[in-house]
């Protein structure tokens, strides 16, 4: 194999080392009660104390007690849970390098550009019937079942891609596929903004879009140098590893076993998540509070619309993924290999592709160290906008060459605009949305507010990546991606006057201020127990 072959599968392991030795040695420690990985101070895994005060005020001492607990297993459970979202990733950019194989004259299934769309569309529909049905089911049944669960659709979706032999078995797979997609967005962050800590739930959170963008390296990665049924295999074999992971190492959602009056469960899954030396009495009882709160309504449609937070919360997400789907990101992920052909681009479509790929890694990556540090609202406010002079000024070359105008002098353009829109999406409007759905919510309402948040959702994208083969027939390039610029204008705006800022606030805190209820005084901060509030 030699080098330029080789590029791709660099890029993908060097940006992702770092999170598979977290997340591989913290499966070994659930194995291993014993081990002490917080020792490797590379790993950065567990916070020192916040208050280690060890003496009273008379002098005698006392013993020490963990303000923060281990991150081992919060990392190594939430990086097994979001392998479903990494397959996720594989079935968004399995048509960039699928579609030029099914339009060629020598493929068995034969497909028209207007089919292609439908192919690359309907996993929006198909989220549609996963989001509604996979959160209430995380409130009947758990969160943990439900995400073993949507392994099997996963796996029976590639099953059938692979032996298609007519158009109409594609869009059957991809309805199915959708579904799944439809169910990891609204379980996957539920589940791991109840099993993190608030000093790094942003974090783990963000890991969700994080191994969307490892998928969707992946797919680009080997998708020039396979065929077609060796990518359906390929991308097969994701969904059985994840089941694995599931089934061995993740715990259920303290949160819901408290909720279900399991409350020794809870403490055990707790201690598993926190380590022995955790002290879980304060975050038992402020959980059991958050219940108690959410237990003054019965969970159903009419509280739900009647609760200033949810509404609140449900205006936040939709806009984010409404704003998200609109700067069109997916066509983006869908065509960026027929776009960069068509910009006459001086580097090959296929290693521009990559070169997206691994900019949408590196930048989410650098989003999830920096959620917790920077803030939610800042890192959406610098996405945004730099999203949108970027799409502008390709929408400018574009307008330029379909009116005749010479752009060869300037053909690195598509590729500069493109790596820095995907580099800032990456960085701020491809995670945050992730992480704001595991944080807003209150438990009696997230299984059917985030069910109904993701099918409104799904509907705008279905409708933005259905359209955009009939914007460009009649508007070209140029218009249809000032649309999209456009579009991140306005989500901007959004996030300026609308989206709250949940740095380090724990749910509760949320959700009182989602209420409007008014923050306790600087002399009434600490709790009960004389903690502090978590710090940046």
Same mark, same amino acid.
């Given at each position: 194999m030699t080098f330029e072959n080789l590029h791709p599968e660099v890029g993908a392991l060097s940006s992702s080392?770092? &999170?598979? !030795?977290?997340? =591989?040695?913290? @499966?070994?420690?659930? =194995?291993?009660?014993? &081990?002490?990985?917080v020792k490797n101070p590379l790993l950065a895994l567990s916070a020192p104390p916040k208050n280690d005060d060890t003496t009273a005020a008379g002098g005698s001492a006392l013993p020490a007690i963990r303000q923060e607990g281990k991150k081992f297993r919060q990392y190594a459970t939430a990086l097994s849970a979001t392998v479903g979202p990494f397959a996720v990733g594989t079935v968004l950019a399995w048509m960039s390098p699928a579609m030029p194989m099914l339009l060629s004259p020598t493929s068995k299934i034969k497909v028209t550009p207007n089919q292609g769309s439908?192919?690359?569309?309907? @996993? +929006? /529909? $198909?989220? @549609? =019937? $996963?989001?509604?049905p996979a959160g209430k089911c995380a409130d009947m049944f758990g969160r943990k079942p439900v995400i073993l669960c949507l392994t099997i659709p996963f796996i029976t979706s590639w099953t059938i891609i692979y032996f298609a032999?007519? #158009?109409?078995?594609?869009? !059957? +797979?991809?309805?199915? +596929?959708?579904?799944?997609?439809?169910? /990891?967005? +609204?379980?996957?962050?539920?589940? *791991?903004?109840? *099993?993190?800590?608030?000093?790094i739930r942003g974090e783990l959170c963000s890991y969700v879009q994080l191994? #969307?963008?490892l998928g969707i390296l992946y797919v680009y990665a080997i998708g020039p140098f396979v065929n077609y049924y060796s990518l359906a295999i390929m991308c097969g074999i994701l969904p059985l590893i994840w089941f694995m992971l599931v089934l061995l190492v993740i715990p259920e959602s303290p949160m819901y076993l408290l909720k279900r009056g399991r409350k020794e469960d809870a403490e055990k899954a707790l201690v598993w998540l926190r380590g022995k030396d955790y002290d879980i009495a304060s975050e038992m009882e402020t959980l059991q509070l958050h219940i108690e709160e959410s237990k003054k309504h019965t969970g159903k449609f009419k509280d739900m619309i009647s609760s200033r937070a949810t509404i609140r919360a449900a205006i936040t997400v939709l806009g984010l993924l409404n704003f998200l789907s609109c700067s069109g990101i997916n066509v983006l992920i869908f065509y960026a290999q027929s776009i960069f052909e068509t910009s006459n681009c001086s580097v090959s479509p296929k290693l521009c592709s990559v070169i997206i790929g691994v900019l949408q890694v590196i930048f989410t990556f650098a989003s999830s160290q920096l959620v917790d540090r920077a803030g939610r609202r800042v890192l959406l406010l610098i996405s945004d906008s730099v999203m949108a002079v970027c799409l502008g000024t390709l929408a400018y070359y574009f307008w330029l060459q379909e009116h005749g105008v010479d752009v060869s002098s300037f053909n690195l353009i598509p590729l500069i605009s493109l790596g820095v829109y995907i580099s800032t999406f990456a960085l701020g409007f491809g995670p945050i949305p992730g992480v704001m759905i595991g944080e807003l919510f209150s438990p009696e309402f997230k299984g059917l507010a985030i069910g109904i948040v993701c099918v409104l959702a799904s509907l705008i994208e279905f409708c933005v990546v259905k359209t955009y083969q009939t914007l460009l027939n009649y508007c070209d390039h140029g218009i249809t991606f000032a649309i999209f610029a456009g579009f991140c204008v306005l989500g901007t705006t959004f996030v300026w006057f609308l989206v709250p800022e949940t740095k380090n606030k724990s749910l509760q805190e949320i959700q009182d201020e989602l209420s409007g209820k008014k923050k306790p005084k600087a002399g009434q901060s600490q709790n009960a127990t004389g903690s502090q509030p978590a710090s940046a």
């Open positions: 080392t770092y &999170l598979f !030795v977290k997340w =591989f040695l913290g @499966i070994v420690s659930t =194995f291993i009660p014993s &081990l002490e990985p439908w192919v690359g569309s309907l @996993i +929006a /529909i $198909g989220a @549609i =019937f $996963g989001s509604i032999t007519d #158009v109409w078995m594609l869009y !059957v +797979a991809r309805l199915i +596929a959708g579904s799944c997609l439809g169910g /990891i967005t +609204a379980t996957v962050p539920m589940y *791991i903004g109840e *099993i993190a800590e608030s000093s191994n #969307v963008t």
